[in-house]
Every structure is written in C-alpha cells, then in structure tokens.
C-alpha cells in the first residue's frame, strides 16, 4: 500500500511539474516567429538577404501564448540593425523585444569615371558592385536604367554609389522651347508648333502656348512633344 501511495504522489508531481512546464513560453519558440516575421517582410528584396536574431534570456518567463505575434515597433525598420517586437495577448498578455540584423548583399550602381556635375549619364559612365545595401546610404541605385540619361547634380569621383538625389531628369521640355504640339482625339491626329511655358520630364504635365496665342496643356514627350488629347 505505501508502495502504491509512493508511486501515485510520485507521478501527481510529475503531473503537476509538466503541466507548470507546458504553461510557459519558450524563448527559442518567441524567436523563430520574430525570424519568420523578417524572413516574410523580406522577401522580394534584391540580391541575397541574410537574417541573423539575437537569442532571449533563457531565464525568460513568458506565459504560454497559442498565437504569439511579430511586429515592428515605431521608428524600427526591416533594414540592418533592427528590433522586432513579439507579443501576445491572450491569455496572459505579454511584450517581449529583440534585436535582429537583416543584410541585403545586392549588386548597385557605381561611377566608372570621374562625373561633372550637371553631365549626363551614359551607360560608360556606369560600374557595378556587389556590397551590403543596408550599410550604404538611403537611396542607392540598383539598377543602371534609373540613372542614364540623367544629369548629374554635384560633381562624383570614380566609384561613388549613385544615389536617387545625387540625379536629376534631363527635362524633355524645356521652358521657352519650339515644341510640336500633337492634338490626338478619336480617329485624328493633328500636328502644329508651339512654344514650352514651363519645363517638363518626359511624362510629365506642361503648358504650352500655339501659334495662335491659345494656353493648352499636355504630356511631354521626349523630342520636344507635347501630346494633348481630346
């Protein structure tokens, strides 16, 4: 009987034990779903992305949650060194921080030469380097096709990174530019001069004034077109 007793007190704290164990939250559990969180809001990224989550206080005591959500606090971004926030809310809530590092190794656009400012870009003047985009400043280029035909604002040496705001649109339309004027409506075309009020990128909304004195408004185009439908 004191044998039976023994064994029967011995497995309620077994019992008592796992259950207490089964209530708490795992660190390791609360950083897989803060890596799984990068990896989703990562994904489309250039290049090659690696993520790298600091491990939680193994000494952590978080009660068990059936739904632990990730989310980045206000000012964090998915972008080098980072903080992700996971927390829970049913049924004890709970906030837990960690830190985490994303890199983006990625090809982008360098200076293969020496660029004068207010020069326009060709495809010469272009170089490609593999690096971590997220230690590189906001902006960067990665692709060659968003910077020739540009126009350099500020003087560069060979191997500068281009940024987006070190470029600036060659106008297709210039203010004070001849320009043809194409009036397009349904089954017509009709073509005649006119003169640019304003300078306009290609794309881009522009005034114009045509021969006979009339204001109208338009698309230009590159070529000195400014299209106006009907």
Same mark, same amino acid.
């Given at each position: ?97 960690? &830190? *985490?590092?994303? #890199? ?5 656009? =360098?200076? %293969?030469?020496?660029? $004068?400012?207010?020069? @326009? ?73 006119? &003169? *640019?009020?304003? #300078? ?5 909304? =522009?005034? %114009?004034?045509?021969? $006979?004195?009339?204001? @109208? ?14």
């Amino acid at each position: 009987m004191k044998t039976l007793l023994a064994l029967l007190l011995f497995s309620l704290v077994h019992i008592a034990a796992a259950q207490n164990d089964g209530g708490r939250q795992g660190p390791a559990a609360v950083r897989q779903v803060a890596e799984q969180f990068l990896q989703a809001q990562t994904r489309g990224l250039p290049g090659h992305v690696s993520i790298s989550v600091n491990k939680l206080d193994p000494r952590l005591d978080l009660a068990a949650c059936a739904a632990p959500q990730a989310f980045m606090p206000t000012g964090s971004r998915v972008w080098g060194k980072t903080t992700v926030g996971v927390r829970c809310t049913v049924p004890t809530p709970w906030t837990v921080y960690i &830190q *985490a590092k994303v #890199s983006v190794v990625a090809a982008y656009i =360098v200076t %293969a030469a020496p660029l $004068a400012q207010g020069q @326009i870009v060709s495809a010469t003047d272009l170089a490609t380097m593999q690096g971590d985009l997220t230690t590189l400043p906001a902006g960067i280029i990665t692709d060659a096709t968003q910077a020739i035909g540009r126009t350099v604002t500020m003087s560069l040496q060979a191997g500068t990174a281009l940024r987006q705001d070190s470029l600036r649109s060659v106008p297709a339309v210039q203010q004070g530019q001849t320009v043809r004027l194409v009036s397009i409506g349904p089954g017509f075309q009709v073509s005649s001069e006119g &003169q *640019a009020l304003t #300078s306009a990128g290609e794309g881009q909304l =522009v005034q %114009a004034r045509t021969q $006979a004195g009339q204001m @109208i408004r338009g698309i230009a185009k590159a070529g000195g077109i400014v299209e106006v439908s009907y």
